[in-house]
């Protein structure tokens, strides 16, 4: 599954974002003072404890049609959990809901590309 592109990415140390773009020292096009602060911190990534099963038994029983071996499954839960602990609230509710893995990796997981360049944002 494109999960295990994820998982070997992470697997491999790629942990820092390595952002481009403009310097954080050069103005912007904007007018803002830039004196806000952050909001939120995407929820409690213990949270996302409380999901492992449901997902196990979705991607067991995706297993079942797909010949999914049981690595796979493995990896595959990992890398849900792993980006839920990143964006907990939203992932967790999601998730949640889920009745399939296409609806879980559709709906609740950023979208994956064929060349693995998702995995650019652990950088």
Same mark, same amino acid.
């Given at each position: 599954?494109?999960?295990?592109?994820? @998982?070997?990415?992470?697997?491999? =140390? *790629? *942990? %820092?974002?390595?952002?481009? +773009?403009? !310097?954080?020292?050069?103005?912007?096009? =904007?007018? +803002?003072?830039?004196? &806000?602060?952050?909001? +939120? $911190? +995407?929820?409690?990534?213990?949270?996302? /404890? =409380?999901?492992?099963?449901?997902?196990?038994?979705?991607?067991?029983? %995706?297993? #079942?049609?797909?010949?999914?071996? #049981?690595?796979?499954? @493995? /990896?595959?839960? %990992?890398?849900?959990?792993?980006?839920?602990? $990143? !964006?907990?609230?939203?992932?967790?509710?999601?998730?949640?809901?889920?009745?399939?893995?296409?609806?879980?990796?559709? !709906?609740?997981?950023?979208?994956? /590309?064929? #060349? &693995? !360049? #998702? =995995?650019?944002?652990?950088?």
């Amino acid at each position: 599954m494109k999960l295990v592109a994820v @998982a070997l990415a992470l697997s491999l =140390g *790629v *942990v %820092a974002c390595g952002c481009k +773009g403009g !310097s954080a020292t050069k103005p912007g096009p =904007g007018t +803002g003072t830039g004196t &806000g602060t952050p909001t +939120g $911190t +995407g929820g409690d990534p213990a949270a996302c /404890d =409380g999901i492992a099963a449901h997902v196990t038994e979705l991607y067991q029983a %995706a297993a #079942e049609r797909t010949k999914m071996t #049981e690595a796979e499954v @493995a /990896d595959n839960v %990992a890398m849900v959990l792993a980006e839920c602990k $990143t !964006s907990a609230d939203r992932v967790v509710a999601c998730v949640t809901k889920a009745t399939a893995v296409t609806q879980l990796e559709s !709906s609740c997981l950023a979208p994956l /590309d064929d #060349e &693995g !360049s #998702e =995995g650019e944002r652990f950088r």
